[in-house]
RNA sequence: CGGGGUGUAGCGCAGCCUGGUUUAGCGCACCUGCCUUGGGAGCAGGGGGCCGGAGGUUCAAAUCCUCUCACCCCGACCA
């Protein structure tokens, strides 16, 4: 591609609009232009690392043994009617009507669609497993858009379902996809992490995050720098052990006495009050778990996870409780709960137990116990893990100490269950002759979000550095003397040269100062250079740079020539 | 949806508080000509705006008031 005739508007200037770096980069390199919140044109240099994901998650999603189908992006609403889906996806869901009235919607996933399709043709246990993916535009009508094609509206997406006879084709075929995501993000050039969640209500056993690693990722990750332990902060556990020597504050149990605390709610002021840390308080948190009010206790100086609270409970939903259920079963006033006379489930996590003499909230406005204690105050609870881990705590398989870092998901695979092939009738025959529902698996891959993580992961001051594997051109060629006949001769030849060698090459043959050219070239992020200027005049050579270091080597054009060919070959076996 | 902010030329901004000396300005970009070619050159000339929209106050509104729309940032969702 020539560039004086390609459409690549360049920005010198930082865009308004862009706050995060990978975003304001994508719009100063001409890769993307916003139409509305969260919606975006794709230029033509923008499109090609698009394009260039796309391809290698077709390939190795076909080497998986997927097939690729092709899926409507409007879905009647019977479908998620079937479901169940229509009432209870909320305003995500970007509902519409066609012109009799009916309803539609925009899919932002497609499980429905994929159940509808394969229950028409599969019957037997014979004809699984099998694996369809795609590679679509889904829209969803996110509460809060951000960072370009990083968390966009309308977004193009690579989902795929499984469905297997049995759970162990179903976690066969998991350890694949887990395998082929490796492959993928590997090929783009990223350093990822397979990351453990949370399955959530859907449930099945494990699911894992694929995570790009970027300090300005929008994700916690917790990982173990000693094994391989990594989750998600909603998921992570750590070792107990921690909290269940230490915390006795003296070993002799002190009188319990009410303190007024006029005013004092938050565990901070509390404790100021009393001249003791956080970590000396009980915060007794009163959520309600699908209509049932549920007292959770935790050590004042951690956070409870809301997750892991539900999950202990198989709750499907649980809220904040409001103040009325609250007074109702504290008999107190909000701020000042404890777990004295509860007339609700209570449970606790580990960092509570061994707690001696701590202070709690009296179930009464503006006052507190201090030396409270268990089994002589009340009933010691049954203890579970309910704490959000903090940085510093110890792995829960090795010990060592957990590291928190920030990352950006690009990929999900989880094991789906049976939710759609029951809720949807899709029934196929096991070996007995029996009716039974087919298992299912779902993975995901954000292609827009791919290439703009691999933009996050990898640029410095000038601008972007392509990875190999997803860079837009794997050459550039700068023609630094556009009127020089010898220069410009050199150039034409080299492009040509390179074309016919299948290399993706931009020439930029602009009547422009060099200055401008290398400005230009640094910010797309082509990832080698090849500068043609005055020392071709003089003694023949080109100088080939490395965008990611701005090594420069001085060669012949045939040496040049050689040496593209070789780095762009071991960056690509070596991804 | 709550909290905070911004809308003035293609892009980035000033002007607004304290209304009138503004025919609304600056830098970049754009057009013409000359000149220049190794890190976003220089000179000269030129084009481009209902000051986001609607209503109001006033002799007079980019500027003050009300409403509205759009966008951005911070929180809960997700690929």
Redesign the pocket.
């Known amino acids: 591609m020539k560039f004086s005739q390609y459409y690549l508007p ?11 770096i990978s ?1 304001k980069l994508m719009i ?1 390199a001409g890769m993307i232009r ?1 139409v ?3 919606i975006y044109d794709l230029l033509p240099y923008g499109l090609r690392v698009i394009r260039k994901v796309e391809a290698i998650v077709r390939e190795e999603m076909n080497r998986s043994g997927a097939h690729e189908v092709l899926l409507p992006a409007i879905q009647p609403a019977e479908l998620w009617e079937e479901s169940g889906r229509w009432k209870f996806y909320g305003k ?1 869901l970007l509902r519409i009507k066609d012109r009799s009235n009916r309803d539609f919607c925009f899919g932002p ?1 497609h499980e429905e669609v994929i159940v509808d399709l394969v229950r028409k043709d599969i019957r037997s246990y014979k004809e699984l497993p099998l694996n369809l993916y795609q590679i679509q535009t889904k829209f ?1 009508d ?6 370009g ?5 309308e ?1 193009i ?1 690579k989902d795929a379902y499984s469905f297997h006879a049995d759970e162990s084709s179903l976690h066969e075929h998991y350890e694949i996809m887990h395998a082929t995501y490796t492959r993928i993000f590997t090929r783009c050039g990223l350093n990822f992490r397979p990351v453990e969640a949370d399955s ?1 209500a859907i449930g099945g056993d494990v699911t894992h ?2 995570h790009v690693l970027a300090d300005t990722g ?2 916690t990750i917790v990982t173990c720098p000693t094994c391989n332990y990594t989750a998600n902060l909603e998921k992570a556990t750590s070792s107990q052990e921690k909290f269940v020597q230490k915390n006795s504050t003296g070993t002799e149990e002190k009188q319990r006495e009410e303190v007024l605390t006029t005013n004092l709610h938050a565990v901070e002021d509390v404790a100021r009050f009393f001249h003791v840390t956080p970590n000396e308080l009980i915060k007794t948190l009163i959520y309600v778990a699908d209509n049932e009010p549920v007292a959770a206790l935790i050590r004042g100086d951690q956070n409870l996870n809301e997750v892991k609270l539900k999950n202990y409970l198989c709750a499907n939903e649980i809220t904040m409780a409001s103040e009325e259920v609250i007074k109702k079963v504290t008999g107190g006033q909000v701020g000042f709960s404890g777990p004295i006379g509860l007339t609700c489930k209570v449970i606790a996590d580990y960092s509570i137990s061994g707690m001696k003499n701590f202070i709690i909230g009296a179930n009464k406005a503006d006052y507190h116990f201090k030396n409270t204690n268990f089994t002589r105050d009340f009933q010691e609870p049954t203890y579970t893990d309910l704490r959000i881990v903090t940085e510093g705590d110890k792995c829960p398989k090795c010990s060592a100490l957990l590291m928190f870092k920030r990352g950006i ?4 695979i ?1 094991k789906l269950g049976t939710k759609y092939s029951k809720n949807m009738n899709l029934t196929i025959l096991d070996k007995q002759g029996k009716p039974t529902h087919p298992i299912m698996g779902c993975y ?3 292609i ?2 791919t290439a703009q993580a691999a933009i996050e992961q990898n640029h410095d001051n ?1 601008g972007i550095i392509f990875p190999m594997g997803v860079t837009p051109f794997e050459v550039i060629i700068l023609n ?4 020089e006949e010898k220069i410009n001769r050199a150039a034409e030849e080299l492009y040509h040269k390179l074309l016919q060698a299948k290399c993706d090459v931009l020439y930029d043959d602009r ?6 050219k ?6 797309i992020g082509i990832p080698i250079h090849i ?6 005049i003089e003694n023949n050579t080109v ?1 080939l ?1 490395i965008r990611k270091d ?1 090594h ?1 080597s001085e060669l012949s054009l045939s040496e040049a020539i050689e040496k593209i060919h070789s780095i762009i070959a071991k960056e690509l076996s070596h991804a």
């Open positions: 360049t920005l010198k200037e930082e865009p308004k609009e862009a706050e995060n975003h100063r916003k509305a919140a969260g995500e996933t969803r996110e509460i809060r858009p951000r960072f094609l990083m968390r966009g509206r977004f997406m959530g995050e694929f929008e994700d998901e690009v990929g999900q989880f995901g891959i954000g827009g979000r000038d630094l003397g556009t009127q009547e422009l100062r060099p200055g401008f290398f400005k230009d070239a640094d910010l500068r043609i200027g005055k020392k071709y100088e740079v701005k420069i």
